[in-house]
C-alpha cells in the first residue's frame, strides 16, 4: 500500500489508509434444550464469532450481539402481531436481592446460558429456560462496575481490580487463568471482546489509555496501542511538550473487528491536561489519538488509519461508543462501513477499509479562544447532525417545562464547540448527553442505525474541578434516533421522558421490533420503521444494559438485566439485580413499580426545614447542615446558597438576602416558572409567599452556578 503524507491525515475530516509498521429464581415451565450445531457445512453461527455482521440467532454470543456491534437478531417470532403477550418466563435475583451499586453489565447467551457481570463485578451463569443460577464466580479483588464478559474458546472472560484478566470454565465457573496486566493503565471496567484466540481489551479513566490484545490461552499481551503516542510514533508531535504523557484517550468501551478485512476499530476517549479535560491550555495541538476511531490490524496491532471527530477537546465531548460496522449501498457502491459519534449528536459515516468518508464529511471553521489553544476547525457531516447543537432561550413563565434544551437562566449561552474560559459557557448536547456510551442498533431489515440519547446541556468553564457542570435544576430527558446509513439522514426521531444515554443500548430484530430499557425500570417495545410504542412491561430497577435475544429448542426468549446506574440521575435511579426472561405467554407478570428517578438535576445539599433557618436564604453563603453555621466567606460555587435547599409547608413566606459582606451585586431568579427574578444589593433583602405545593429551583444572576431549590409541601 502506498504511503500517503500523514500532513493529511492531520489535516482532513476523513483519515486516508497508512501502511504501518446464585440468587433464587421464579421460574415458569421449562422447555427442552437444544444444540447448537449440526452435521454437514453450513455457515457461521452467531456464536462462531467468525464474522463482524452473523445475527444473533439461537445465541447472542457477546455485549454488542456479534463482533460488528449490531445488536441485532434474525429471530422473528416475537413480532407485531403478538409482542403485547410477551410476559416474563422467569427472573432471577442475581445477587439475592441487591439494591444498590452500579449495574452496567449487559447479558450474553451461549448454548441456552446466560452469563452476566453483577453490580459487584461478579460473574453469574443462569440457564436460560428455567431461570436458575448454573454456577457464580465471586471476585477476590473487591467490586468493581463491570459492562460485560466475553465467551469464546470454551471460557468465560472477565476483569478485577488490580487489572487481572480472568479466564474462567465455562461449563463450571471455576477459574482458569488469571493475569495482571500492568503497565497500561487500568483495566478493568471495559467489555471484553473475543475472537479466534485472542482477547481485546480497552482500558478506563486513566491519565494514559492503550488498546490491549491478548492471548485468549494465557492472557499474555500480544500487542498494545497507545491513544497519546509517545515519542517517535505518529501522532506525539499532536501534543504539546510532554502532555501526551497524562493525556487521557482511554478507550473505555469495547471495539468492532471485522475478520474479513484483518482490523479492529478502537474508540479512543477525551483529552486530558492540568488534571482538567476542560483545559487545553498546556497540551497546544490536534491532540492524536484522543477523540477518534482507529484502525488497527488485528493481529499486530499496526496503525492502519484514524480519524478524529473533535480535535483538541476541550468539552469532554469524547464519541465513545462502540463503533457499529455495516454494509450497505450508498450511491448505488456497495459500501463497508463503520458509524461512529455519540455525545456531539452527529454520526460520521466512514468507509471501514481506509476511513474515507462516502457520505462527505466538511472541516468548519469554529470560535476561538486563544488562551486554549483551540483548533480552528472541527469535522462536520455534510448531512448535519440528528439533535440540536444549541441550547433553547425560551422566557422565563412560559410552559413548563418547555423545550428539552432549554437553557436555565443567567447563563451565558453557546452553540457546540463555542470555547470556554473562567465563565461557564451553557452548551448541547453536552459531555453526558447526545449518544454518549449506550450500545446502538443496525437493522438488516431497515438498514436504520438506531441510537438512545439524551437532553443534557452542560457548562464548561476553568471553575470546573472535573469535566463540567450539568446546572441544577435543567431537565434531563432524552430519546430514541433511527438514522439511514446510506444517506446518514434522521429517518425518525422520537421524545422519551428520560436521557438513554447512559448503557441504554437498543435491540432490533428480524420482525422489524425494537427493544430498549429505561431508567424508570420499564422495557418497551417499539416499531422499529416509525418509534410507535407497542408494549411495555416494568423490571422493578432501572435499566443500563441492552436486550437480548436467544432461542432454546423450539423457545424463544428475550432478556434484560436491570440493575441501574448512577449517570445521570445519581441514587434517585431505582436499583436492583434482577434478570429477567420473556416470553410469549409468560405466566410472570410486572415487578413492583420503584419510584422513578428524578429528571431534574439535583441542588447540591440536603433538605433543611424552613423553622431551622427562619424561612430564610442567604446568597452567596454555603450552609454547614451539621452546625446550622453559614460560610464565613463570599461563595461563587454550586452551594453558594445558605441552605440549598429549603423545605417550607404550603403558604410560607421565605426571605431571600444578599449577606452583608458580600462585595457585590447578588440575586434570584427563579426558574421555569419566573415567580421571581430580583438583584439586591449586600444587605438588602427580597420575600415571596410561595401559596402552591411543588418544588422551585432558583440561581444567581451573577453567578448562576449558584443554585437553591424550596420545596413547597
Not at 500523514?6 to 444444540?35: E, H, I, Q, Y
Not at 449490531?70 to 435475583?93: E, F, K, P, S
Request: aromatic share 10%; hydrophobic share 35%.
Amino acid at each position: 500500500m502506498a504511503q500517503i503524507d500523514r500532513r493529511n491525515l492531520l489535516k482532513g475530516a476523513a483519515a486516508t489508509a497508512v501502511a504501518a509498521t446464585v440468587g433464587p429464581a421464579v421460574s415458569a415451565a421449562p422447555a427442552a434444550a437444544g444444540g447448537r450445531h449440526g452435521g454437514g457445512h453450513h455457515p457461521p453461527t452467531a456464536a462462531d464469532l467468525a464474522r463482524f455482521d452473523t445475527p444473533g440467532d439461537q445465541d447472542f454470543p457477546k455485549v454488542g450481539g456479534n463482533l460488528g456491534n449490531q445488536n441485532y437478531t434474525a429471530l422473528r417470532r416475537i413480532d407485531h402481531g403478538n409482542v403485547r403477550r410477551l410476559r416474563g418466563a422467569w427472573v432471577n435475583r442475581i445477587e439475592g436481592g441487591l439494591t444498590t451499586g452500579n449495574s452496567q453489565s449487559t447479558a450474553v447467551a451461549v448454548d441456552g446460558v446466560l452469563y452476566l457481570e453483577s453490580a459487584l463485578g461478579n460473574v453469574i451463569a443462569v440457564d436460560g429456560v428455567t431461570g436458575q443460577t448454573r454456577w457464580r464466580y465471586d471476585q477476590t479483588r473487591g467490586a468493581l462496575t463491570r459492562r460485560g464478559v466475553a465467551v469464546g474458546g470454551g471460557h468465560v472472560f472477565t476483569k478485577s481490580n488490580e487489572n487481572y484478566v480472568i479466564a474462567l470454565d465455562q461449563q463450571t465457573g471455576q477459574v482458569v487463568w488469571e493475569r495482571q496486566v500492568n503497565g497500561f493503565g487500568n483495566i478493568e471496567k471495559v467489555a471484553v471482546v473475543y475472537h479466534d484466540g485472542l482477547l481485546f481489551c480497552g482500558t478506563n479513566d486513566g491519565p494514559r489509555g492503550a488498546a490491549l490484545a491478548l492471548d485468549a490461552s494465557t492472557g499474555d499481551v500480544r500487542w498494545h496501542f497507545w491513544g497519546t503516542p509517545g515519542p517517535g510514533e505518529f501522532g506525539n508531535d499532536t501534543w504539546e511538550g510532554d502532555s501526551w504523557m497524562e493525556g487521557g484517550a482511554t478507550p473505555w468501551i469495547h471495539p468492532a473487528v471485522d475478520p474479513e478485512l484483518g482490523l479492529t476499530y478502537w474508540t479512543f476517549g477525551n483529552a486530558r491536561g492540568n488534571n482538567s479535560s476542560q483545559d487545553g491550555s498546556a497540551r497546544g495541538g490536534q491532540n492524536l489519538f484522543a477523540n477518534s476511531l482507529v484502525a488497527l490490524d488485528l493481529r499486530t496491532g499496526a496503525y492502519r488509519w484514524h480519524f478524529q471527530s473533535i480535535h483538541h477537546d476541550i468539552w469532554d465531548m469524547d464519541n465513545v461508543m462502540s463503533p457499529v460496522l455495516a454494509d450497505v449501498r450508498i450511491r448505488g457502491r456497495s459500501r463497508k462501513v463503520v458509524i461512529y459519534g455519540s455525545k456531539s449528536g452527529m454520526f460520521f459515516i466512514l468507509d471501514r477499509r481506509d476511513g474515507t468518508a462516502p457520505l462527505g464529511i466538511v472541516e468548519r471553521p469554529v470560535p476561538q479562544e486563544p488562551r486554549q489553544k483551540t483548533w480552528p476547525t472541527q469535522p462536520f457531516p455534510v448531512q448535519g447532525g440528528w439533535t440540536e447543537q444549541r441550547v433553547v432561550d425560551q422566557p422565563l413563565g412560559t410552559a413548563v417545562p418547555g423545550d428539552p434544551n432549554r437553557a436555565v437562566p443567567n447563563y451565558v449561552q453557546g452553540a457546540l464547540y463555542d470555547p470556554h474560559w473562567e465563565t461557564p459557557i451553557l452548551t448541547i448536547p453536552g459531555h453526558g448527553g447526545g449518544g454518549d456510551w449506550s450500545h446502538l442498533s443496525f437493522s438488516h431489515r431497515t438498514s436504520l442505525v438506531y441510537n438512545g440519547f439524551g437532553y443534557v446541556a452542560a457548562a464548561h468553564s476553568l471553575t470546573e474541578s472535573s469535566n463540567g457542570l450539568r446546572p441544577p435544576g435543567e431537565y434531563q430527558t432524552g430519546g430514541i434516533v433511527a438514522v439511514d446509513v446510506r444517506t446518514n439522514r434522521v429517518e425518525w426521531k422520537r421524545r422519551m421522558p428520560y436521557s438513554l444515554a447512559h448503557g441504554n443500548g437498543i435491540l432490533t430484530t428480524a420482525s422489524d421490533l425494537l427493544f430498549i430499557g429505561q431508567p424508570d425500570g420499564n422495557l418497551l417495545a417499539i416499531d422499529a420503521r416509525d418509534g410507535r410504542e407497542l408494549w411495555r412491561f416494568q423490571t422493578g430497577a432501572a435499566i443500563s444494559s441492552s436486550p437480548i435475544m436467544y432461542r432454546v429448542g423450539s423457545k424463544e426468549y428475550l432478556a434484560v438485566y436491570a440493575g441501574g446506574t448512577s449517570i445521570p440521575y445519581g441514587n434517585s435511579a431505582p436499583r436492583g439485580d434482577f434478570l429477567w426472561a420473556f416470553e410469549i405467554g409468560g405466566s410472570l407478570g410486572p415487578a413492583p413499580t420503584p419510584p422513578p428517578p428524578v429528571i431534574r438535576r439535583p441542588v447540591s445539599g440536603g433538605p433543611v426545614e424552613g423553622a431551622a433557618v427562619a424561612n430564610t436564604v442567604v446568597i452567596g453563603r454555603t450552609y454547614n447542615a451539621s452546625t446550622g453555621e453559614i460560610g464565613a466567606t463570599e461563595s461563587f460555587a454550586v452551594a453558594g446558597m445558605a441552605p440549598t435547599h429549603l423545605r417550607v409547608p404550603v403558604g410560607a413566606t421565605v426571605t431571600f438576602t444578599n449577606h452583608p459582606g458580600n462585595a457585590g451585586v447578588r440575586g434570584v431568579t427563579q426558574f421555569f416558572e419566573g415567580l421571581f427574578n430580583v438583584r439586591l444589593a449586600p444587605g438588602e433583602s427580597f420575600q415571596h409567599t410561595f401559596r402552591r405545593v411543588g418544588e422551585y429551583f432558583y440561581n444567581d444572576p451573577g453567578s448562576p452556578r449558584s443554585t437553591g431549590k424550596i420545596e413547597v409541601y
